[in-house]
């Protein structure tokens, strides 16, 4: 069993930055793929970016690619989104997510393990 929290949500204003953290609990196996994803009131559920636990590699939706990076620690078993050049746009709750074999990893319904999420609101 997986149990995730998130930290490090909280209110920026436009051009700022924010670095949310999300700890997993108990070994995380190499199989395995850790996303963000967020979602704003009255809006679908976003995919943000997305890692591979084994090789690092990386996927980022276009709408932050060149301002969120997405990285791992391993010794720490924590996964970070460091959010750069914020814009009210990117207002939202965002929440991590963490599953084994995701072959689509923009894909929402394929994590099974999700954190409760944290609030990133970018005033103008």
């Known amino acids: 069993q997986v149990q995730l929290v998130e930290s490090g949500g909280g209110l920026v204003q436009a051009g700022g930055s924010l670095r949310l953290s999300c700890a997993a609990s108990?070994?995380?196996?190499?199989?395995?793929?850790m996303g963000w994803f967020r979602q704003a009131p009255g809006k679908e559920r976003e995919f943000i970016a997305a890692?591979?636990?084994?090789?690092?590699?990386?996927n980022y939706a276009d709408s932050v690619q060149g301002r969120f990076t997405i990285f791992r620690d391993k010794a720490k078993n924590t996964m970070y989104l460091q959010m750069n050049s914020l814009k009210p746009e990117d207002t939202a709750v965002y929440s991590c997510?963490?599953?084994?074999?995701?072959?689509?990893?923009?894909?929402?319904?394929?994590?099974?393990?999700w954190g409760q999420g944290t609030q990133v609101t970018v005033s103008s």
């Open positions: 997510a963490a599953d084994e074999f995701i072959r689509t990893v923009v894909a929402a319904s394929g994590y099974h393990y």
């Open positions: 108990g070994r995380i196996f190499s199989t395995y793929t």
């Open positions: 890692i591979s636990w084994r090789t690092g590699s990386t």
